[in-house]
C-alpha cells in the first residue's frame, strides 16, 4: 500500500480517463446486478459511483491485501448502495464481479441487498441509515489508541443527515478532534419518497458547519473535484472535513435521471436493454441468469481473527459483613484490569464508553486512573453504542456502560447491529429491574432479558452478587464476543452457602452457562437470578426450620440455560421461577420452554412483573408483586404437593 493515500496534489488526464472507464462499466453492472435480482437500489448507486472508484482507487486499501492492518477504513453508510459498492470492489479486485452480479440478493451468496462486513473492502455492515459516521468514529479513534496512522472515509446518503445519531456522531468526532476522518455525502436530493426538501428539510452545510467541521462543495460527477476534496479531508490536520456531493440520481442513463421512482427500483428488461446500449456496453445477462441459476461456489477472503492477550488479575472477595453493590463490584473490577492492562506492551488496550452516567454506573473508577483510554459520549446513547461495537472490532478489550433502559431499550437497533458486524463489546446495564426503586417505570429497566435473547450473538449473564459480578466482569474482558451483564441498583450481602461460607469465594470459577445450586433441596425448587436470589435463599432458610426443604437455582447465564439444572430442580416436583424482570420475556419463559421441550410433567409458576412498576423504595415494588419474602413463601407452601 505504499503507493496509495492521495499521495499526488490532482490527478492526471490518464487518471481520469481510467476512472471514468472503470465507472462506465460499473454502472452497467449496476444495472445487471438489480435487473437480475429483480430489486435493488439503481438509482442511487449510479449517482454514488464516481464517488466510490475514486475513493477505492486512491485510499490506501490493496485489493490484495484487502485486510492489512494499517489500511485506511471506509464506511458506507447507505448500504443500500450495495450494487455501486459490489461493482466497484470487483472491478478494483477485491471480489469477482462475475459472482457479485449473478449472485446479488441471492440466497447463500455473500452479496446481500445491502452492504456486508464480511465482503472485503467493506469495513461495516450497514442499512439501517444514520448509524455509518458513529462507526467512522469508532474506528477513527481505534487508530488512535492503537496508535495507527490511517484514515476513516465515511460514504453517506443526504436523506439519512436527518437522523439524529447522524448529529450526535458529528459533535463526538469534533470533541475528540477526529481530524483523520472525512465525511462524503451523495447529495442527489432524491429519496425513497421524493425530493428530500419535501420529505424532510434540512440544513446539512449549516448543520456540520455548526458543529465546527470544514465543509467543502463539490460536483460529484467530476473525478478532479472528488479526487481534490478527499485528500484535503485525509491530508487535513486541523479540521473535520465534510464532502457534499452534487449527484444526480441515476446518472448515466438519460431516462432515469434524477427520477426518484428509481432510488429503489429496478429496470425493467426493456428499460435495462435501452439503458445498456446508452452506455456502450455489451449485453451479456444471459451469460448472469445462466450463472445465477447454479449454486454459488465462490470464496471471499476471510477477516483475521483479533485474538486478545490482557491480565485481568486476581478477583477481589467481599466479606459476610460487607454490602455493597454489583454496579461497585463492577466499577472496581473494571478499573483493576484497565490498571493491570494500560499501555502494557503486548497487552491488548482496554477502553470504556460512558453516557453522563459514570458516577452512577461506576466506570468513574476506571476514568481516574486510565482517563485517556475512557470516552464520554455525553447524553447520546445511540451514538455511543455504535462507536463501542465498532471500537470492539478492532482487537480492543471495550466495555460500554449504561443504565438498563438506555443500554438495552434505548440502543437495541444499535446493539442488533452491532451483533450482526461480530462486534466484541461488553455491554454493562445498571439500574435493571424494579431494584432501580424510586426512580420509577420510566427508569425500572424490566425486560432486559427478552429483549437481548433476540440477538444471536449477544451473551446474556445477571450476576447474583458483589463475588459473582468481578469473576463475570474478569470472565468477560478475555472471552471473544458480545456480552450484556444486567445488575441492579441497591446493597446487597454476599450470598453464603449453607455452611456459612462465601457461596462465590475464593475457590469459586464463573463457568458460562453453568447454573449455582444455591441451596439443595427435595420438596420444591425457585429457579432465580440476579440480586433477588438472596430473597430465594432467606425463604429457603426460612422454610427449613419449618421442615419443607426447598432447592434454589441461580441462573446467571438466561440465553445458555442450563438444562440438566432444570431437569434436576424438576424432580423435586414444583418449580417457582423468581426474577425482577417481565415475567412473561424472561427467566421464567426460558425454564417454561426447557420443560416443554424435555415433556417434563411438573407443576411450575412464575413470579415476577407483569406491569409497570412505581416510585417506591425496592422492597415496597417486591411486595406490590408478591415477589418479597412473604410473597414467595406463599407461593412455594400452596403449590407444594401434600
Keep these: 500500500m505504499k503507493d496509495k493515500g492521495f499521495l499526488d496534489s490532482r490527478l492526471k488526464t490518464e487518471e481520469i480517463k481510467h476512472l471514468a472507464e472503470i465507472a462506465r462499466l460499473c454502472r452497467g453492472d449496476i444495472l445487471k446486478m438489480t435487473t437480475l435480482a429483480a430489486s435493488g437500489h439503481p438509482g442511487g448507486s449510479l449517482s454514488a459511483i464516481d464517488i466510490l472508484v475514486t475513493l477505492y482507487s486512491y485510499a490506501k486499501v ?65 442499512g439501517n441509515l444514520g448509524q455509518g459516521l458513529s462507526a467512522g468514529c469508532g474506528f477513527a479513534i481505534a487508530s488512535r489508541i492503537k496508535k495507527e496512522d490511517r484514515n476513516v472515509f465515511v460514504v453517506m446518503s443526504d436523506g439519512e443527515q436527518a437522523k439524529g445519531q447522524v448529529a450526535e456522531a458529528r459533535r463526538f468526532a469534533k470533541k475528540y478532534n477526529l481530524n483523520n476522518l472525512t465525511v462524503i455525502i451523495d447529495y442527489n436530493q432524491l429519496q425513497i419518497s421524493g425530493w428530500i426538501h419535501d420529505v424532510m428539510p434540512q440544513n446539512i452545510k449549516d448543520n456540520y458547519e455548526a458543529d465546527g467541521w470544514k465543509v467543502l462543495e463539490i460536483n460529484g460527477h467530476d473525478y478532479k473535484q472528488i479526487y481534490e476534496a478527499l485528500r484535503e479531508g485525509a491530508t487535513s490536520k486541523n479540521n473535520l472535513v465534510a464532502i457534499i456531493a452534487r449527484t444526480a440520481m441515476g446518472k448515466g442513463v438519460s431516462f432515469i435521471e434524477n427520477k426518484w421512482e428509481f432510488h429503489g427500483k429496478p429496470l425493467t428488461l426493456e428499460q435495462y436493454r435501452e439503458a445498456i446500449k446508452e452506455l456502450g ?43 455493597t453493590d454489583n454496579r461497585s463490584a463492577f466499577g472496581k473490577a473494571l478499573a483493576d484490569i484497565g490498571k493491570r492492562n494500560f499501555n502494557m506492551p503486548g497487552k491488548n488496550p482496554l477502553v470504556v464508553l460512558d ?11 476506571f476514568a481516574k486512573d486510565c482517563s485517556c483510554n475512557f470516552l464520554q459520549g455525553g447524553v447520546q446513547e445511540h451514538n455511543t453504542a455504535t462507536i463501542a461495537g465498532a471500537i470492539s472490532t478492532e482487537g480492543i478489550v471495550t466495555f460500554f456502560a449504561d443504565f438498563g433502559v438506555f443500554g438495552v431499550d434505548e440502543t437495541y437497533n444499535q446493539h442488533r447491529l452491532n451483533d450482526i458486524n461480530h462486534a466484541n463489546l461488553k455491554l454493562i446495564c445498571t439500574h435493571c429491574g424494579l431494584d432501580v426503586g424510586e426512580d420509577g417505570k420510566t427508569h425500572q429497566c424490566i425486560d432486559y432479558i427478552g429483549a437481548m435473547r433476540n440477538l444471536f450473538g449477544y451473551k446474556i449473564i445477571v450476576p447474583a452478587d458483589p463475588n459473582q459480578t468481578d469473576r463475570v466482569i474478569r470472565y468477560i474482558a478475555l472471552e471473544k464476543g458480545n456480552f450484556i451483564v444486567a445488575m441492579g441498583r441497591s446493597k446487597l450481602p454476599a450470598i453464603l452457602a449453607e455452611d456459612g461460607t462465601l457461596f462465590f469465594g475464593e475457590k469459586y470459577k464463573f463457568q458460562y452457562g453453568k447454573a449455582d445450586i444455591l441451596r439443595d433441596g427435595k420438596d420444591a425448587s425457585i429457579i432465580t437470578c440476579g440480586a433477588i436470589s438472596e430473597k430465594a435463599i432467606k425463604v429457603s432458610d426460612s422454610l427449613k426450620t419449618k421442615g419443607y426443604s426447598i432447592k434454589v437455582v441461580n441462573i446467571s447465564c438466561p440465553s445458555n440455560i442450563d438444562r440438566e439444572a432444570i431437569k434436576q430442580a424438576a424432580k423435586t416436583g414444583l418449580i417457582v421461577t423468581l426474577e425482577d424482570h417481565h415475567k412473561e420475556t424472561g427467566l421464567g419463559s426460558m425454564v417454561a420452554q426447557v420443560i416443554a421441550e424435555e415433556s417434563i410433567p411438573i407443576k411450575f409458576i412464575k413470579l415476577g412483573v407483569d406491569h409497570y ?30
Design 355 to 365: 453516557c453522563d452516567l459514570a458516577v452512577s454506573v461506576k466506570t468513574d473508577i
Design 62 to 126: 490493496d485489493s490484495k491485501e484487502p485486510y492489512h492492518p494499517l489500511r485506511d477504513r471506509i464506511v458506507v453508510s447507505c448500504g443500500h448502495i450495495s450494487p455501486g459498492v459490489y461493482s466497484a470492489l470487483g472491478r478494483l479486485g477485491f471480489i469477482n464481479i462475475d459472482e457479485a452480479i449473478a449472485g446479488f440478493r441471492k440466497e447463500r451468496t455473500p452479496f446481500e441487498g445491502h452492504v456486508e462486513r464480511d465482503v472485503p473492502g467493506i469495513e461495516w455492515s450497514t
Design 281 to 323: 456496453l455489451t449485453d451479456d445477462l444471459d451469460k448472469y441468469n445462466k450463472m445465477r441459476a447454479k449454486p454459488y461456489s465462490g470464496q471471499l477472503r476471510k477477516r483475521p481473527e483479533e485474538k486478545i492477550n490482557i491480565d485481568v488479575g486476581t478477583p477481589f472477595i467481599y466479606g459476610p459483613a460487607e454490602k
Design 613 to 642: 412498576g412505581e416510585s417506591g423504595k425496592p422492597d415496597e415494588l417486591y411486595k406490590m408483586f408478591g415477589m418479597d419474602e412473604t410473597g414467595i413463601t406463599q407461593t412455594v407452601l400452596s403449590n407444594i404437593k401434600k
